[in-house]
């Protein structure tokens, strides 16, 4: 496989031993076919183009670049296997014919053919200049070499003829790519030659003694005595003894494909990125594009001081979208008019084709053009101007209008339509699709849920065999097939104890759409007789469900149908995006119901699935306590809290790792301590000072998880408060709790007592739990819930808040919020001072300096309000991810004992480095301790940052906060 880089996006799971495999050595085929879906492509409005298949005739094997030589009116293309071949612009009946083999020059030994080039005077400079890579011994190397052409018109090449202009590294990124410019000079593309990981370890990027990670502009037409080609005099670094004069730009990855506007002249270079970004960039004489001090404008080794200050690219994509970026060349046909003049540019892992128009260092306009199945490898323009694509596979395609609208898209609507259900409203499936049950379920605010599988035709499931960082899949997880659709329909009953009461709420859909899961929410009529497409918003209803411990017996929840949008925080490709259809959740132990016997018997599998462990239900009390534990913050956290999964806390909750990985016992808060004392993430033995459970347990700012979930689980939290508390054995706090309200009365002494106990945080966190037990005595909980809830400390407050009746609670802004309505209320500057400076539940002082209060973790904010205005204030609150300044973007650091450490560098050397996390807390290691350092895509500052504030709290911070207006230097 030709070696560019494919972003590299590595996760890693650790799956436990199989206890064996299923009996049959072959599974069966599929018992039944689905057939009928009708869940094909997206509800959105379509992509402006499609693609027609051309040069169908052509049989190309792993193509890397094809170019048209108007001599003899034919494409050549470049193979990976080094052979070259010919075919005529007869997109009908063409086929490919050999026109030269590289392996003839190295006896075979030819890894990577990587792209030819044609002087465009071949009568007067009758050269052909090619790039490739070859194996074996000492003299491994990519190279760029000339080979003389002897009858442009065939064209034939005479291979004796080989001179060699240049060699690099063939150990990774190798570039290769060849243009002349529109003055006249040669320009070739070098990535750094090395593997993913460490990035960049021999510090090429910044090195202008090699010829790696950069762009060559050589003058091809005027050999030198000294060299097959000269050295134009104003090239950036000619005179320099520490640099290779050849450099035109530098500070490329792998700059895979150069490209010159003909109406411009502007070098556009398509620039592989690592972990997080991929570039295009503008380039010109002597500028540095900043691999590897930073990946665009990801910092990467943000301690090099870069001689050349960096240029930031002209565009830039993250991996949400783009993979590996192929650059393309600007598309100059009348055929398509809104494309005149637009670079076309592609994406090896997506297949996503893009066009961007530009103006110097500005772009004017960019949009995505279609979405095709290829691996797209290169592009080809032909000689009408018109640009190709070129898949991996020797597939070429011609852009077309799409003849599809927004008006005539059929994306079915209602869930009746999709195909899934023979009859939707008894949720009987259509013939093919399987219903499943699982072992452990996430919490769901109460609710009850179904689950199918839908696998399209006679189509089957394989697992992965080792970690495929393409997808984010995990050795053991499932593969699925393009068009397998996912489904969980939600119910709540509102009697709880009376399953006739039972009402659908919606059914989420996932669909696999090409190589990217779409998610969609259907919302269930009041009729239950069918469920209707939700639009990419979020709404919500209010359900009324009885509880004897409310007023007249009942209370109202607040259900939200989730935007399509929301529904992707969660199933992101890092946590493997479809949850809970693993084998640890479908195997379920010796129950007669056992999903992965069933599941085989129907040949949804390709082959025998290991039988691994289920994991444990958190409600199954003949479950071990700390099984149970461990799989509720799997279930409900480890989405965010993993390695990519956007948690910008040291510490994950995957179920499979040791506690020991999972690096949250006994560990500092990262986010803030609410106030109590010697606070950590989990205290062994100590429910009080574990912020796990305080987060899980209160309303408003600072509950986890902090989106997904309206209403807090009691019995959870008091899973995780009876975990804890058993990791001391001498502790007895599980008892003390139970018996904690029974221990009242109700005299004359109750107020002292309960002021004593709502006086310290573990005494707090107890009452409240003491409140959720059904054993609890009305009469008192309703005391303690009065009292608690008019405390003066809000913390005290948030943790009994959500047992008063939700039109009593406090009234906050909540996950939507609307940004106009909320900067038309008029804050007070000096109740957000008060807020800033004193209230503990708001933690901006934590990073954030002003005045003399705060930390300088983030940026002084002493003079945002000069920088900023009230719209931009509070975009960087609701969006903290959306623009991060380079020097305050988070990084990850490993250590070689495996201690993961996350926060903001504050000094760095060649010797050591300093990191300071989200409470100013400051660690200091050795640079030889790093085992592997990585940027963050997510900012320190945390999501859903105002969502628990009242919205006049949030006016009055962002009053205050644009009341700076203090210069600071």
């Not at 009942?554 to 199933?571: G, I, K, M, N």
Request: glycine fraction near 8%; include cysteine; charge should be negative.
């Amino acid at each position: 496989m030709i070696v560019r880089t494919l972003g590299c996006l590595f996760v890693c799971f650790v799956a436990l031993s199989p206890l064996g495999l299923y009996a049959q050595s072959e599974p069966p085929a599929r018992a039944v076919p689905w057939t009928n879906s009708n869940i094909k492509g997206s509800p959105a409005p379509p992509l402006p183009y499609t693609t027609r298949r051309v040069f169908t005739q052509v049989q190309l094997d792993h193509p890397t670049e094809i170019v048209w030589l108007p001599e003899a009116e034919k494409w050549i293309a470049t193979q990976l296997n080094g052979a070259i071949v010919a075919f005529e612009n007869d997109s009908e009946n063409a086929t490919a014919v050999p026109c030269m083999d590289l392996n003839e020059c190295h006896d075979g030994r030819i890894s990577q053919g990587l792209g030819t080039k044609f002087h465009h005077d071949l009568s007067g400079q009758p050269w052909c200049f090619v790039t490739y890579s070859f194996r074996g011994g000492d003299d491994a190397a990519t190279m760029l070499v000339r080979f003389k052409v002897t009858d442009p018109t065939v064209p034939k090449v005479d291979l004796s003829s080989r001179v060699v202009l240049a060699k690099w590294s063939s150990s990774g990124h190798t570039g290769g790519s060849m243009q002349f410019g529109p003055d006249g000079m040669f320009y070739v593309s070098i990535g750094d030659g090395q593997p993913p990981y460490p990035p960049d370890a021999n510090n090429t990027g910044q090195d202008l003694s090699d010829l790696e990670s950069a762009i060559l502009r050589i003058d091809v037409d005027d050999p030198t005595v000294e060299r097959p080609y000269r050295i134009p005099a104003d090239n950036p670094f000619v005179g320099r003894s520490d640099a290779r004069p050849e450099i035109w730009a530098y500070g490329f990855r792998n700059p895979w494909k150069i490209a010159f506007d003909p109406d411009s002249g502007d070098l556009l270079a398509a620039d592989v990125g690592w972990e997080m970004r991929e570039m295009i960039h503008r380039v010109a004489r002597g500028r540095n594009h900043g691999w590897s001090v930073m990946e665009g404008s990801q910092p990467v080794k943000p301690d090099q001081t870069p001689e050349v200050p960096i240029t930031p690219p002209l565009f830039e994509h993250t991996h949400l979208d783009s993979r590996s970026i192929s650059g393309g060349h600007f598309w100059q046909s009348d055929r398509l008019p809104e494309l005149k003049g637009a670079y076309i540019y592609g994406d090896w892992m997506t297949g996503k084709v893009w066009a961007l128009k530009s103006e110097g260092d500005r772009v004017l306009w960019q949009k995505e053009l279609v979405d095709t199945p290829l691996q797209i490898i290169s592009f080809m323009l032909d000689p009408s101007g018109e640009v190709l694509v070129v898949g991996y596979d020797g597939t070429i395609l011609r852009l077309e209008p799409n003849p599809v609208t927004a008006a005539s898209h059929t994306f079915p609507t209602r869930l009746s339509e999709t195909g899934l259900f023979a009859d939707v409203e008894s949720q009987t499936p259509a013939a093919g699709v399987v219903e499943y049950k699982i072992s452990a379920h996430h919490w769901a605010d109460g609710t009850q849920s179904r689950q199918w599988i839908a696998i399209p035709g006679n189509e089957q499931l394989s697992l992965y065999d080792r970690d495929d960082w393409q997808t984010g899949q995990s050795a053991g997880r499932f593969m699925f097939p393009p068009d397998t659709v996912v489904a969980k329909t939600v119910s709540y009953r509102s009697d709880p104890a009376d399953r006739a009461t039972e009402r659908r709420l919606e059914t989420q859909v996932l669909h696999l759409l090409g190589d990217e899961w779409q998610a969609y929410n259907y919302v269930w009529n009041d009729d239950q007789t069918d469920a209707v497409l939700q639009d990419d918003i979020a709404t919500e209803r209010k359900l009324t469900i009885k509880d004897d411990r409310y007023p007249g017996g009942v209370r109202t929840q607040t259900w939200r149908h989730v935007s399509r949008s929301e529904c992707l925080l969660c199933h992101i490709w890092a946590a493997g995006t479809v949850h809970a259809f693993w084998p640890e959740q479908l195997n379920l132990g010796s129950l007669a119901n056992n999903q992965l016997d069933r599941l085989t018997e129907l040949g949804l599998f390709r082959e025998p699935v290991p039988a691994k462990p289920p994991i444990a239900s958190p409600y199954d009390e003949s479950q071990p306590l700390e099984a149970r534990a461990r799989s509720y913050l799997a279930l409900n956290c480890s989405t965010c809290h993993r390695r990519q999964g956007g948690g910008t806390a040291n510490f994950n909750f995957e179920w499979s790792k040791s506690l020991e990985e999972n690096n949250y016992l006994d560990e500092p808060p990262a986010q803030g301590d609410f106030g109590i004392p010697d606070a950590r993430l989990l205290a062994p033995g100590d429910p009080g000072r574990s912020i796990l459970l305080y987060r899980a347990l209160k309303s408003g700012r600072g509950h986890m998880p902090q989106f997904g979930s309206n209403v807090i689980d009691l019995q959870g939290v008091a899973l995780l408060h009876d975990w804890i508390a058993s990791m001391d054995a001498d502790s007895d706090a599980a008892e003390e709790t139970d018996n904690l309200l029974a221990d009242l009365a109700i005299d004359d002494g109750l107020d002292r007592k309960l002021d004593d106990l709502l006086g310290s945080p573990d005494g707090a966190l107890a009452l409240s739990l003491a409140c959720g037990t059904r054993s609890a005595d009305d009469e008192l909980r309703e005391r303690v819930i009065d009292k608690a809830t008019r405390h003066e400390d809000p913390l005290v407050r948030d943790l009994f808040d959500h047992y008063l009746p939700e039109d009593q609670r406090v009234a906050r802004l909540g996950a939507t919020i609307d940004e106009a309505a909320l900067l038309a209320i008029e804050g007070s500057a000096e109740r957000g001072k008060q807020l800033f400076e004193q209230a503990k539940e708001i933690n901006c002082r934590l990073c954030h300096r002003i005045g003399s209060v705060g930390q300088n973790v983030g940026p002084d904010l002493s003079g945002i309000g000069t920088q900023r205005t009230p719209v931009e204030l509070l975009a960087s609150l609701l969006r903290p991810s959306e623009q991060i300044d380079p020097k305050y973007r988070s990084r990850k650091v490993l250590t070689s004992d495996g201690e993961v450490v996350v926060g903001i560098v504050t000094a760095e050397n060649e010797d050591q480095l300093t990191i300071a996390d989200a409470t100013g807390k400051t660690r200091t290691m050795a640079t030889d301790d790093i085992e592997l350092m990585e940027p963050s895509s997510k900012s320190v500052m945390p999501d859903q940052l105002l969502a628990g504030m009242t919205p006049q709290q949030a006016a009055d911070l962002l009053a205050f906060l644009a009341s700076q207006r203090a210069i600071v230097p």
